[in-house]
């Protein structure tokens, strides 16, 4: 429409303004796998950046929000489905800084989401998504490991993208931190591992329509832990079992990514079992 064209003139003249100003704006992503600690990161960011970037809150996707002028941060795990178009959607030419987080995908498909708890959130094929905004009426039918593990591999080496893992993140946030600051030439004021000391408004809140069902299973908040190898539990063993027999290509996953040398951990997980 001719008042669309209007809106697009005035802020694409701001933008180049802004520019030519010195005046560096950035649009900064976070996604990857669903369970795969995304959450908690956008807080260690959203506490640290607060003064310097807009914060969008619970699951909003980069694309509806890159057209925009000003520094903007947004988190859902599945943007990772919508990165291909990043480039063309950045209109105002910003500096693009995206995350995406990955996890030993054994942790992943053993993981409940704390809005929705009756079943493991993702496998190998697919994961749990809400098809309305009620947030009751949850589907199996949005990408899984594997489909989500194929997008990472198309993109992991575009020059703005840090793939980082949440292993990583937890073990050592300070030493993240720093190489993303040196990465993206983030304004950092505080630490990852003092995030939860924060006293302003995290992004990432479960409350309102979006409380949890159990309360156990929200870490967002919290002080940093490492929370790895959660997946060694016996009561997911069947878990691990069924999913991986399902699809080896999961196997190929974890070597790929540096959790295991090849599949002989495999054998003897289910001798141990048995």
């Not at 809106?7 to 976070?30: C, D, E, N, P, W």
């Not at 795969?36 to 506490?47: I, K, Q, V």
């Amino acid at each position: 429409t001719v008042i669309d064209r209007i809106r697009f003139g005035v802020t694409s003249f701001i933008s180049k303004l802004a520019r030519l100003a010195g005046y560096q704006q950035t649009q900064l992503v976070v996604c990857g796998y669903p369970r795969g600690g995304t959450s908690l990161f956008y807080n260690m960011l959203s506490a640290t950046l607060q003064k310097s970037f807009k914060f969008t809150d619970f699951e909003k996707y980069y694309i509806h929000h890159i057209h925009k002028l000003g520094n903007i941060a947004s988190k859902a795990p599945l943007d990772i489905n919508h990165l291909e178009h990043i480039d063309r959607l950045n209109i105002h030419n910003k500096k693009l800084a995206v995350i995406i987080v990955i996890r030993d995908i054994r942790d992943v498909i053993t993981s409940n989401h704390p809005i929705m708890t009756d079943d493991y959130f993702i496998g190998h094929d697919f994961s749990y998504w809400p098809s309305g905004k009620s947030l009751e009426d949850w589907k199996y039918d949005a990408p899984g490991v594997v489909p989500i593990t194929e997008k990472i591999r198309a993109l992991k080496d575009h020059p703005d993208i840090y793939v980082l893992k949440y292993e990583d993140l937890v073990s050592r946030p300070d030493e993240i931190q720093a190489e993303l600051k040196q990465r993206f030439d983030l304004p950092f004021e505080g630490l990852f591992s003092k995030y939860h000391e924060f006293k302003g408004e995290l992004a990432y809140k479960y409350e309102g329509k979006y409380k949890a069902k159990d309360e156990s299973l929200v870490m967002e908040g919290k002080a940093v832990t490492n929370r790895a190898k959660r997946w060694q539990q016996d009561k997911y063993r069947q878990r691990i079992v069924s999913q991986f027999e399902a699809c080896p290509a999961l196997f190929d996953i974890l070597v790929e990514f540096g959790y295991e040398p090849d599949r002989t951990w495999f054998d003897q997980y289910k001798n141990e079992s048995a």
